[in-house]
Every structure is written in structure tokens, then in C-alpha cells.
């Protein structure tokens, strides 16, 4: 059962236009998290992240949006670059398995930006 | 600063051969992670180590896939025999020591392993 969810495999928007990349969770124990974005023929780099306690996290064009209540972290970019066109992945930790280190990432959501 | 280097880049071997792939994490760093992408189950965690002592290998898909981290600096995950399946791209990825407030995972390019 995947304890992290990002139910859109692929997203396009157009240059200059906000992209919105959603991820739910299932484990009201996860306390941190992250995105991270992926190029193809690279491993993963971090991005941004946020803290359960807070709700919205910001840098530079990046806005992470937290709603505990609803499980759900949503990843804003604007504007969007073509740059940014990337596999985006959400990841969460928390508790579980006994390690406050263990990452539990999405499937990935692949962000096309067109030019 | 380097980051954590894996090798080998690529990989393809045929089925029933043992690989090894092997991976260097960031100086300084605690806590090593190996991780499998595929398409259908995205990116999984295999197993990790903190100061070189395996603590969760429940990742791991078989008793073929086994992983050691000898030093502080070297870990290395083999399958022996190898099948068609086990085809992925294959991540390793160091953490920093509690306390350091990036608390994030730098990740290894990857060892993409083709299994005919």
C-alpha cells in the first residue's frame, strides 16, 4: 500500500504559467516534507520542504502548501520555465520503521514546460 | 564538494550473473540509502545504513539482493543471480549526521542495470 500517492503521472503547462503538482499521504506519523526534482540521467536533487507544523513553506518561485487535515502537500512553481521541465518526486518521513531518516517517496509526477 | 559517486554508470549483463554495483557517499555523511527506480513502482527504498550497520533491509525484494557497507566510505549492493526483472536504475544516496539542519538525502546519479 503506498503510504505516499501522486496520482498524476504527467503534467504540461505553458512558459510563464503556474504548475501545481499534487501528493497525498496515508501516515498521519510523517512530520517532514520534501520535494525533489529529477532530470533524466541524474539521481534526484532536493528542492524544498516543510515541517508538519507549518503550512506553506516559500523560495523564490517554489511554494510548498501543507494541509494536514486533508493529507495532502501540493507543489507550486511560478512562473514556470522551461527548465523546469523535470520528473518531480514527493517524499515524506516520519517514524515509521523506527527511523526518523527513512524517506517514503511518490511514484513521481513528469512536469513539461512549454515554451 | 563531492557528491556521492556511483559506479558503474551502466550496466548490462545476462540473466543468471552476479552484479555489484557500488557507491561512495558524501564525507562526513552517516546515514547511506539504496534505493530502486522503476516505472511501475517509482522510486523505493531498498535499504539503509546508519554508521555502516544495515538497520532496515525490509526494502530488499529477495534474498538474490544483499548489501554491505564495509567503511564509512564504500557500500556495495549485489544480485546473485541476476533475472530480467531486476532491470532499474538503481540509487544510492548519503545523509547527513542528526543535527545538521538540511536533514535532506544527496543522491547518486545513478547505476542503470540492464539484465538480458
Known amino acids: 500500500d503506498q503510504q505516499v500517492k501522486q496520482n498524476s503521472p504527467s503534467l504540461s503547462v505553458q512558459e510563464g504559467r503556474i504548475s501545481i503538482l499534487n501528493c497525498d499521504y496515508t501516515n498521519s506519523m510523517f512530520d517532514y516534507f520534501l520535494w525533489y526534482k529529477k532530470y533524466p540521467a541524474e539521481g534526484p536533487t532536493f528542492l524544498i520542504s516543510i515541517s508538519s507544523i507549518k503550512d506553506k513553506n516559500e523560495d523564490g518561485r517554489f511554494t510548498v502548501f501543507l494541509n494536514k487535515s486533508a493529507k495532502h502537500l501540493s507543489l507550486h512553481i511560478v512562473p514556470s520555465q522551461p527548465g523546469d521541465s523535470a520528473v518531480y518526486f514527493c517524499a515524506a518521513r516520519g517514524e515509521s520503521s523506527g527511523s526518523a531518516r527513512q524517506l517514503t517517496f511518490g511514484s513521481g509526477t513528469q512536469l513539461t514546460v512549454l515554451p | 564538494d563531492a557528491g556521492v559517486i556511483q559506479s558503474p554508470r551502466h550496466e548490462v549483463t545476462e540473466m543468471g550473473q552476479e552484479v555489484t554495483l557500488r557507491c561512495k557517499p558524501i564525507?562526513?555523511?552517516?546515514?547511506l540509502f539504496w534505493y530502486r527506480q522503476t516505472m511501475m513502482r517509482g522510486l523505493e527504498l531498498l535499504i539503509y545504513f546508519n554508521n555502516n550497520v544495515p538497520i532496515d533491509d525490509s526494502g530488499m525484494p529477495e534474498d538474490r539482493f544483499s548489501a554491505k557497507m564495509p567503511n564509512a566510505s564504500f557500500s556495495t549492493l549485489k544480485i546473485q543471480p541476476s533475472e530480467p526483472r531486476d532491470s532499474a536504475v538503481y540509487f544510492c544516496a548519503s545523509s547527513p549526521p542528526s543535527g545538521d539542519r538540511l536533514r535532506t538525502q544527496h543522491f547518486g546519479d545513478g547505476t542503470r542495470l540492464s539484465i538480458l
Open positions: 564525507s562526513g555523511h552517516d546515514y
